[in-house]
C-alpha cells in the first residue's frame, strides 16, 4: 500500500504515532533533545492517555522554545533551505491539535507525513527528481534521492507498525523514528560545519 493509502486507513493510534514520529524525527531542526517528545508517546500506550494529550503537548511546546522562534537550526540567509525546513518543523509543531480526536489527527499526521519529507527533501545534498512529495506519498518512487527515499520508508514502517501490533508497535515505532532523528540530526550537523 502506498503511504497515502496507509494514513487513510489507520486508527486515531497510528495516526498519533505517525504525526509525533515525523515530529520527532525533526526534533533537530528545533533544537531539541532526544527526550522531548517521550511524554506523548508514552501517551499513546494505553487510552487514559488521549485525556492528557494536550497538556503533554503544551509542555513540550514549552520546552521547544514557546512561540518556536527559540534555539533550533538557522540557515544562513531568508529564504535558505535550512530556513524553510525550520519553518516546516515549526509549523508541525504548531499544528499538532490539543484534543486527540481522531479527525483532528489525521488531518495533522497527513501534514506531518508532507512536512517532514520536504524537510528532508531540502536537506538532501543530493537532488529529488521527483516532481512533488505528493508523487513519493502515492507510490512513485522513481529517481529518488536517499534522504527523501529513507524518510517515506520510515513513515511507511511506523504505519504498518501501528496497524499489524496496535499499541505493542510503539516501541518498534519509537526505534525507527530515534533512528531517523539521528540520521537528521547528522545531516545538519554536516550543513552547519559547511557553513562554518
Known sequence: MSLVELIGQAD??????????????????????DEVLRPLWAGLADDAGAAEWGERLEQARGKLGGEFGAGGFSGSGSGSG???AVLLARRMLAAAPVERSAAGIRVWADACSVAALRIHRLLDPLKDAG????????????????????????????????AGHGPAGLRPALEVSTEGRRVLRAVVSRRSRRRG
Request: hydrophobic letters at 40%; glycine letters at 10%.
Open 12 to 33: 486515531e493510534r497510528g495516526l498519533a504515532a505517525s504525526g509525533l514520529a515525523c515530529l520527532d524525527r525533526c526534533i533537530p531542526l528545533l533544537g531539541g533533545d
Open 82 to 84: 535550512e530556513d524553510e
Open 131 to 162: 516532481d512533488s512529495v505528493d508523487a513519493r506519498r502515492e507510490g512513485r518512487t522513481e529517481g529518488m534521492s536517499p534522504l527523501v527515499a529513507a524518510e517515506l520508508r520510515r513513515q511507511i514502517t511506523v504505519l504498518e507498525l501501528l
